[in-house]
């Protein structure tokens, strides 16, 4: 199957980094093409930058950012300071200063137009308040109709809140764009607190990802600690780092990981005491639809090991543009058949329509290993971009040895390919 396409929208935020890294380290599973920012964790322009900065640790900084919402509907914005700190990114801002900028534009307006442009096929993964959605789906009605699912981090039913008794921060955050977008007929999976406080990452998996010493690795160990430490007080220990974020883009990941029922799902917004609450109508009382997929339970064992092994690949990949035309298509599902149990480990991050060829005929493996076609008959009608990520992993140790093994496979994939 192609990965699932995603626009992400966050308020990074310590988890959102944790989280964002983990789908940016699945480039086979999800594709990340826009992130979007709101207010919540931090104010916006923390939040922007702090994207701006994980985009940089990943080397991904051809993904868009386009700022959104700086505050709710209707109510004052809150903020969450004695998390994330004043900067959003657990006083780290200045240790991991951006290269990138924001986009022009205004993220709800890119989100509908993304979404649009191809409808069915988009996922929304929501990691901060829900201000950016609603606002989305009022500029755009059929919006809902459009977008393949929200995905979103927010909830709590079956353990308490987590900034009231029975509220996710999230959902207080803004809880009438929350009501809003539960109430507007988009396919919802709610992934809350009942997930998120029993995922927790074991100083052993910390050590492992440190180890790689990636920039994503290092920017994850730096966040890792600034999470614990900031838990600490709240939640004593926990026996490692908690970013309540991680399993909403596990599901996307791999939605195996979780137990999942359908129930219909309000939430309250008048309550004295359980304003944000996401109420949970166990014996249809209401008499409304079944609209939301709530995550229940976690595999949680699985799903560390899954982060754990795709942020701590110590892979030094460099990703190249590289020009096909369509009758190359084939290659994508050859290359990507390498495995990461060999010595090559090959990653299809994404196959958009456009593009012409460059160069001589032929393929090229460069000195770091990405991978160039060069076709200079290519027409811009029957031309696919491929972005190829060859990188290291299995028994590849980085010696001039590995990388020649790791020319030569591909090499053989491209010959199969061509026949």
Known sequence: MPPTRVIVDTDPGLDDTAAILFALACPDLVTVEMLTTVFGNAGIDNSTRNALTILDAAGRTDIPVYQGAVRPLLREPRYAPHVHSDDGLGGLAAKYPPTGAVQPGIAAEKIVQHIMASPGE????????????????RLEPRLAASVKEIVLMGGAVRVPGNVSPVASANMLNDPDAAAAVYSSGAALVQA??????????????????????????RLLTDVAKAAIDSYLPLYGDEGGARFNDLPTVAY????TLFEVERHPVVIETTGTYTTAMTVVDWRRDLGRPEN????????????????TERVGRGQRAVVRNCLLPSAYCPLRQAVAGAGDGDAVATAVLGLVEGGVGLGDDGFEI?????LVRRDPDAQRDDAVRLVVRVGQAGR???????????????????RQDDQ
Do not use: K, W
């Open 396 to 414: 590849g140790d980085g010696s001039a040895q590995a990388l020649a093994g790791q020319r030569r496979r591909v090499q053989r994939l491209l």
């Open 252 to 255: 996307v990941v791999d939605r």
């Open 292 to 307: 939301t997929d709530v995550l229940l339970g976690v595999d949680v064992p699985r799903l560390v090991e899954l982060f």
């Open 122 to 137: 988009i996922t929304l993964i929501a990691l901060g308040p829900l201000t950016n959605v609603v606002l989305a789906l």
């Open 366 to 370: 460069a000195d770091s290993g990405a």
């Open 192 to 217: 809350g607190l009942d997930v998120a406080l029993p995922t927790i990452i074991s100083p052993a998996h910390l050590a492992r990802i440190a180890a790689s010493d990636t920039p994503a690795a």
